[in-house]
């Protein structure tokens, strides 16, 4: 059984002072999933915020809290994510020698986990672990910031793990990150993808509303088709 398209918004490039007033206006939206952009001034250069940030905003909130932690060596960090409300958390294949290990430890925390691969990192790092994580990240921008553009040359990434999933793993979320708009989430929809993460095409909008609804009829009109 194939999942259902999720739209899952970052709050990275919103007003960081009105945090909560922020996720209560994405609820309202429709937005179930939150995707938290940790980051830590080394894995990127620039840094977010940490376990308090999202302890506090899980007070505010029932939303599904996706982390993403592009942050060095993530088995120091997650079982404090885990104790701050996280519902599922990424790591970067890149961040630490043993990601198998981090995953294996969330498995066994029964915490849904998931495996990021940055633009230089082949669909193969993904492979040998499909049919033991929850979602496979392909990021579409190097990891760091919003508001940069999506690289099309990541669906081929996006096509080999779903192409593996189907038989592996079917119900796997394979989530793109970056540069998803009204106008690119039909590429990354056609490739397979079916968790979209957007982050400033709707939190910098004025018209979020309608962004939502371009990016429904986007994913709607580019269903993967094999
Ligand atoms: C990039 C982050 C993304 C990004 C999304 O490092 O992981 O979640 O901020 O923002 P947009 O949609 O603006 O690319
Ligand atoms: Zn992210």
Do not use: W
């Not at 937005?31 to 830590?40: A, E, F, P």
């Not at 080394?42 to 007070?59: D, E, S």
């Not at 400033?200 to 580019?222: E, F």
């Amino acid at each position: 059984m194939a999942i259902k398209p999720i739209i899952a918004a970052s709050v990275l490039s919103a007003n960081l002072a009105h945090l909560g007033d922020k996720v209560a206006e994405l609820t309202d939206l429709g937005v179930k999933m939150l995707h938290l952009d940790i980051m830590d001034g080394a894995f990127v250069p620039n840094l977010t915020f940490g376990p308090p940030v999202v302890a506090a905003l899980r007070k505010e909130s029932s939303l599904f809290f996706d982390v993403h932690l592009m942050i060095n060596n993530p088995m120091n960090l997650v079982d404090a994510f885990i104790k701050a409300g996280a519902d599922s958390i990424t790591i970067h294949y890149e961040s630490c020698n043993n990601p198998r290990a981090v995953l294996d430890y969330l498995r066994s925390m029964h915490v849904p986990c998931g495996l990021a691969i940055s633009p230089e990192t082949p669909a193969e790092a993904i492979l040998p672990v499909i049919d033991r994580i929850d979602l496979a990240l392909v990021m579409t921008v190097h990891p760091g910031k919003g508001g940069q553009a999506f690289m099309p040359a990541m669906m081929s990434k996006v096509r080999k793990i779903k192409t593996a999933s189907l038989t592996r793993n079917p119900e796997l979320m394979i989530q793109v990150d970056g540069g998803i708009n009204p106008t690119t989430v039909g590429e990354a929809s056609a490739a397979g993808a079916n968790v979209f993460v957007v982050g400033s095409a709707l939190c910098d909008s004025k018209r979020p509303k309608s962004v939502m609804a371009g990016l429904k009829d986007g994913i709607r009109n580019h269903p993967y088709k094999g």
